[in-house]
């Protein structure tokens, strides 16, 4: 069955539009709160841990969350999560009047921000796998890749031009697009769900069990930890070294990120088919493979048009990469436990994030950053040999 018998399903067209509104605003605020910050400070150290703060909730909070999950309506607290959301960004708005001495306040509404937006995202998990049946978890998965790349096209041109004409605006038009998606998830109509719960802890403790159960994903989500160290720190230096070794302004980086976007339009329009001809492992390995070299690229070149080659590169392997982790994910746990095994891997699967970036803000300040990307390379390939001997490159 393929990707078009989707739109023949009517939730998942409402979910749709839902998520090309969300990730709107997301992808215009991941990119201008950086920005914001780097106009009102100039210092990387800040970037670093403002992006560090964000990551704590899915690190502390997400394998919690996720138990909540699966005892709750997640129609219903998906909005109720967009809503919260667009009142912290309102705030948010608000305490930029008084630039960066505010800063504290700032990061304590990011982190409940960031919190919410995990709730949302595990609540979509579980609608996506209630509404659909399991042949179509992957090109679902796949179809809301490619609206999140297509917001990553659209997202980064306006958040530098927003950015470049006011700062605040960078924060208002995410709150707008938010507000939007939650009213087009109302009135969603789904099937209603049994729910056996047992205590709390003991649904956790059944949480782990199945994940460790599922050997294949238990062995990958601890290769995504080490993948995602790298990106991480990837996303954060290459972005300062754009900026401050480079040279070039938010209006050029948004235009430089949108036209990046295009390849991991491609790479999510394309992982379905790939992962039918190679196999989930060895499209995995090839994916990985790719990102490294992209890594390469952006520590080594400095000419306009190949950084914007290699990123477009990078982008399209790295959905690729996430479109197999979620997408396996998803068809090989249960509706029950989906949300336990969504927020133990989403814990996981950011481990040593904020650490690695507040280490990495600290170090690059008075460093070149090339040398930190080519580590951040070295430590993918590492990881491809983990992968290469790994039960998850056996999955068909």
Same mark, same amino acid.
Not at 90 to 107: D, E, K, M, W
Not at 282 to 308: C, F
Not at 352 to 358: E, Q, V, Y
Not at 364 to 383: E, K, N, R, S, V
């Given at each position: 069955?393929?990707?078009?018998?989707?739109?023949?399903?009517?939730?998942?067209?409402?979910? %749709?539009?839902?998520?090309?509104?969300?990730?709107?605003?997301?992808?215009?605020?991941?990119?201008?709160?950086?920005?914001?910050? %780097? *106009?009102?400070?100039?210092? &990387?150290?800040?970037?670093?841990?403002?992006? #560090? $703060?964000?990551?704590?909730?899915?690190?502390?909070?997400?394998?919690?969350?996720?138990?909540?999950?699966?005892?709750?309506?997640?129609?219903?607290?998906?909005?109720?999560?967009?809503?919260?959301?667009?009142?912290?960004?309102?705030?948010?708005?608000?305490?930029?009047?008084?630039?960066?001495?505010?800063?504290?306040?700032?990061?304590?509404?990011?982190?409940?921000?960031?919190?919410?937006? %995990?709730?949302? #995202?595990?609540?979509?998990?579980?609608?996506?796998?209630?509404?659909?049946?399991?042949?179509?978890?992957?090109?679902?998965?796949?179809?809301?890749?490619?609206?999140?790349?297509?917001?990553?096209?659209?997202?980064?041109?306006?958040?530098?031009?927003?950015?470049?004409?006011?700062?605040?605006?960078?924060?208002? &038009?995410?709150?707008?697009?938010?507000?939007?998606?939650?009213?087009?998830?109302?009135?969603?109509?789904?099937?209603?769900?049994?729910?056996?719960?047992?205590?709390?802890?003991?649904?956790?403790? *059944?949480?782990?069990?199945?994940?460790? =159960?599922?050997?294949?994903?238990?062995?990958?989500?601890?290769?995504?930890?080490?993948?995602?160290?790298?990106?991480?720190?990837? *996303? &954060?230096?290459?972005?300062?070294?754009?900026?401050?070794?480079?040279?070039?302004?938010?209006?050029?980086?948004?235009?430089?990120?949108?036209?990046?976007?295009?390849?991991? $339009? #491609?790479?999510?329009?394309?992982?379905?088919?790939?992962?039918?001809?190679?196999?989930?492992?060895?499209?995995?390995?090839?994916?990985?493979?790719? *990102?490294?070299?992209?890594? +390469?690229?952006?520590?080594?070149?400095?000419?306009?048009?190949?950084? $914007?080659? =290699?990123?477009?590169?990078?982008?399209? =392997?790295?959905?690729?990469?996430?479109?197999?982790?979620?997408?396996?994910?998803?068809?090989?746990?249960?509706?029950?436990?989906? @949300?336990?095994?969504?927020?133990?891997?989403?814990?996981?699967?950011?481990?040593?994030?904020?650490?690695?970036?507040?280490?990495?803000?600290?170090? #690059?300040?008075?460093?070149?950053?090339?040398?930190?990307?080519?580590?951040?390379?070295?430590?993918? @390939?590492?990881?491809?040999?983990?992968?290469? +001997?790994?039960?998850? %490159?056996?999955?068909?």
């Amino acid at each position: 069955m393929n990707a078009s018998t989707l739109w023949h399903h009517p939730g998942f067209r409402r979910l %749709y539009l839902s998520s090309a509104s969300f990730v709107i605003g997301t992808q215009v605020y991941q990119l201008a709160l950086p920005l914001i910050f %780097y *106009e009102l400070t100039r210092s &990387v150290s800040v970037m670093t841990t403002l992006r #560090a $703060i964000e990551l704590l909730p899915n690190l502390l909070l997400a394998m919690f969350i996720g138990v909540w999950v699966d005892r709750i309506d997640r129609g219903r607290w998906a909005r109720r999560a967009m809503i919260g959301m667009v009142l912290l960004l309102g705030v948010q708005a608000a305490l930029l009047r008084s630039g960066a001495s505010l800063l504290p306040l700032f990061l304590c509404s990011t982190f409940l921000l960031m919190a919410l937006n %995990y709730l949302y #995202a595990i609540c979509r998990m579980g609608l996506v796998k209630e509404m659909l049946p399991e042949r179509l978890l992957l090109p679902a998965t796949g179809q809301l890749t490619v609206v999140s790349q297509v917001a990553a096209v659209v997202g980064p041109a306006l958040a530098g031009w927003l950015v470049s004409w006011r700062l605040s605006s960078g924060i208002w &038009v995410p709150m707008l697009a938010l507000l939007a998606a939650a009213l087009l998830l109302r009135g969603l109509s789904l099937s209603r769900r049994t729910v056996v719960a047992a205590g709390y802890w003991q649904d956790w403790r *059944e949480g782990v069990r199945v994940l460790r =159960a599922n050997r294949p994903l238990w062995q990958l989500s601890w290769l995504v930890v080490l993948i995602n160290i790298s990106a991480g720190v990837v *996303e &954060v230096l290459f972005l300062f070294r754009a900026r401050d070794e480079l040279g070039w302004g938010p209006d050029t980086l948004g235009l430089i990120y949108a036209l990046a976007g295009l390849g991991g $339009i #491609a790479g999510g329009a394309w992982c379905s088919r790939l992962r039918a001809r190679l196999g989930l492992g060895r499209l995995m390995l090839m994916s990985l493979s790719v *990102e490294a070299l992209g890594i +390469v690229a952006l520590a080594r070149l400095t000419d306009l048009l190949p950084l $914007i080659a =290699a990123l477009t590169v990078y982008s399209g =392997a790295t959905v690729i990469g996430n479109v197999c982790v979620w997408g396996y994910r998803q068809e090989s746990t249960d509706s029950a436990f989906i @949300g336990r095994v969504s927020g133990l891997t989403g814990s996981l699967f950011k481990l040593g994030m904020p650490f690695t970036l507040w280490l990495s803000g600290r170090l #690059a300040g008075d460093q070149p950053l090339g040398p930190w990307l080519l580590g951040c390379a070295a430590l993918h @390939g590492f990881t491809l040999l983990g992968l290469r +001997v790994s039960a998850v %490159y056996r999955v068909r």
